[in-house]
C-alpha cells in the first residue's frame, strides 16, 4: 500500500441532516444523535451543510446549540454556510453565543457568491436591497472583523441608568476567529483563504483553471499547496494555518447485503457526474469512494489530496436512512480511521 505523507491527525463527518417535510422534527432528532453517535465513537468534529428551501438542514446553529448540550468533546462545524443568505453582524452574534455554550468548540466554514437561484426568492430575501448586495469577499472579510471584535462603531458605554451598551458585537469569544474556515474550489479562493487568516476546507467539489487538466485529486493538491504558500507568507495570524478534506466515504465492512446492494446503486446513479467538467466552469466532481476500509484507505493513500492533509470531515451520503449512518460512522471510527493513522479521542 502507498504510504500517505502523515498520519490522519483529525477525523470528521459531514451530514446534511435530510429530514422528511411531512416529520421534520424526527429529521433533526436523527441528526443529534448521529452527531451524539460521533462523539461516542471517538471522531473529533461533527459538521453540518447549509440548505435553504430544502429537505435539510436550514439552521445549522440552532442544530449546533442543540448537539452542544447533548455532547461534550466533539467539535460541532458549518460546511460551509452561504453568507448570500445572512447577515454578518447577526450571524457573528449567533455563532459567538452558541460557541460559549459548547466551550469553544465551534467551527464556521462559510463560503461568498451570490445566493443558488437567486432570481427566484431575492424578492423576499432582500427585498429593498436585491440589486445592490456585495456577495464578494468583502461580505467574508466584514464577518471575520466582526467575530474578531473589532469595533461595529464609536458608541459604547452607559445610556440612562440601566442600558450599558458595547463598540463590538457581544457577546465575544476569543477563539472563535482561529477556528473559522473558507469552503474553497478554485486556485482563487485558497489564496485568498490564505492571506486572508481563514482554514481551509476543500470538498469533493472543485473548478479547475483555465487550461488545466480535469484530474481532480491533482487539482485538489496543487490547490491545498497554493493555500499553504499563501499562509506561510501571511504569517495567518489567527493561529496555525489548517486543511481538512471531505470527500465521500462508504466503507462496507459490516453493511448487510442490502446495504451494500443499497450504497452501489447510489454510487453507480452519482458516476456519470464524474465523467467530464460540469457547467461553464468546468466544475469537477470527486468519485465516491465505496468498498472495505483496507480498499477505501489504499485509494485514499494513492490520492494526492489526501496526501496533503492529516485532517478529514468524510461526507456522508445525502439520502440514506438512519441505521445506514450508524454503520458508515462505526466503520469510519473502528476501521477506517485507524487504518489511516487515526486514533480516537478519548471521551
Sequence with gaps: MPESTRPLRKLG??????????????????????????????????????????YGISSPIAVMAAASQRTSRIHLGTAVTPLGWENPLRLAEDLATVDLLAGGRINSGVSVGEPMQYDTLKHELYPDTADLEDFSYTRVERFARLVAGEPVRDFSGKQGVVEEFSDRVEPHSPGLRQRLWYGAGSTRSALWAGTNGFNLLSSSVIFPDEGQEPDFARIQQAQIRTYRDAAADSLHAHGPARVSQGLVVIPTDSATPAQRQKYQQYVEERRPRIQTPQGPRGMLFAPDLIGTSDEIAEQLHAHAGFQEVDEVAFALPFSFDHEDYVQILTDIATKLGPALGWNPAIN
Excluded at 20 to 31: L, M, V
Design 13 to 54: 463527518f459531514l451530514t446534511i441532516g435530510l429530514f422528511d417535510p411531512k416529520d421534520p422534527a424526527a429529521g433533526h432528532e436523527s441528526t443529534l444523535q448521529i452527531i451524539e453517535l460521533g462523539e461516542q465513537l471517538g471522531f473529533d468534529s461533527a459538521w453540518l451543510r447549509h440548505r435553504h428551501l430544502q
